[in-house]
């Protein structure tokens, strides 16, 4: 199975950061579901093309947090979560990437007013599908 994980090398975001939100994101949004198989570590280096030491780490720190249970001599799966757990991680990230857009129009000498505007365009947009 090929994880849809899209990475970055340009950011200032740790790689093992960037695999573990999108991880996350990933089963918050039951786009894995609990007891779904992951790739080994070796194979998502691969597949990936980064270093097994970064999958790793971000598969410990997964696991640590309750996103994914590795049972040795069978592989890593998805763990069952809470539902308030999967909702933490949606607003979580949802308020990251509106943050991450205001930062950006800032940076761009944008008012309030414009953003505000540019935010409700967007609403808009996305209410009627385009």
Known sequence: MELPIRLSKDSREPIYHQIEKQLKALIAGAHLPAGTSLPSIRVLSRDLEISVITIRRAY?????????????????FVAE???????QVKISSVYETIEKAVETAINYDYTIEQ????????????????
């Open 60 to 76: 410990q720190n997964l696991e640590y947090q309750g996103f994914i249970r590795t049972t040795q001599g069978k592989g890593t």
């Open 81 to 87: 979560i809470e539902d308030s757990l999967k909702q």
């Open 115 to 130: 953003i505000e505007e540019i935010f409700h365009e967007v609403l808009i947009r996305q209410k009627k599908g385009e």
